[in-house]
């Protein structure tokens, strides 16, 4: 079975500064999808970006960039020139290429904007 | 355009009683999907429906849970004889076509609480 893993629960980064997490994850498969999601207080879900596994390259978004190591099965998020609206619980996310339509997230790490 | 509708926001139910959570997807898509998400955990996958049929229920609770999708009006996840463990955010998402480079799109979920 699949697992997502995000190893920090919370992190803290200063207004206009970078920070990056961190997630793993685990399959057999060759072929997947994987996302990073923002939850803000509203609770909605809302998806910053999405990476295909047969891609080599980096996915980006504006502020938003992804470092996919496929061999270490690893899917960081970086966001750049931090603003406060970014504060929000990020989930990292796979979902098989296979047919298996179900989204598995991670835990969650909670980010915080320091003014 | 409106995405995907939850209803209620907030819901509380008594121990014993039922919840009754509506969905009503993104208009043209016939796909949903509901989830669970415990407090400071990520999101669960329950349950997926096209209209009338449940397609992968391999998520849900053998008992006192169940999901539909009729032909016409939304979808509904029901609860019967509430516990307290039922307790948590239930999301649905919406997608357009059983692809998996297309996008899911989630509501802004229930909360249920179970008194």
């Known amino acids: 079975a699949q697992t997502v893993t995000q190893s920090q629960p919370e992190m803290s980064v200063q207004e206009a500064e970078t920070v990056t997490l961190s997630c793993t994850y685990d399959?057999?498969?060759?072929?997947?999808?994987l996302f990073w999601y923002k939850q803000p207080p509203s609770r909605q879900m809302i998806l910053v970006i999405r990476?295909?596994?047969?891609?080599?390259q980096n996915a980006t978004e504006n502020r938003f960039s992804v470092n996919f190591q496929k061999a270490a099965k690893s899917f960081s998020l970086k966001i750049s020139d931090s603003q406060l609206g970014d504060a929000a619980m990020y989930f990292c996310?796979?979902?098989?290429?296979?047919?298996?339509?179900?989204?598995?997230f991670g835990k969650g790490t909670r980010l915080h904007i320091l003014p | 355009n409106a995405g995907v509708m939850q209803n209620p926001r907030h819901l509380v139910r008594r121990r014993g009683q039922e919840a009754r959570l509506r969905c009503s997807p993104v208009k043209g898509h016939s796909h949903v999907y509901w989830y669970r998400q415990l407090p400071e955990e990520g999101l669960k996958f329950m349950v997926y429906?096209?209209?009338?049929?449940?397609?992968?229920e391999s998520g849900m609770p053998k008992e006192r849970f169940s999901a539909e999708f009729p032909k016409e009006g939304p979808s509904i996840l029901r609860i019967q004889q509430v516990v307290r463990g039922d307790s948590a955010a239930y999301f649905c998402a919406s997608s357009r076509q059983r692809q998996m480079n297309t996008e899911a799109f989630f509501g802004q979920g229930t909360r249920l609480t179970v008194v």
């Open positions: 429906l096209q209209k009338e049929n449940i397609i992968d």
């Open positions: 990476q295909e596994a047969y891609k080599q």
């Open positions: 996310a796979y979902r098989s290429a296979k047919g298996d339509d179900k989204i598995i």
């Open positions: 399959t057999s498969e060759s072929d997947y999808y």
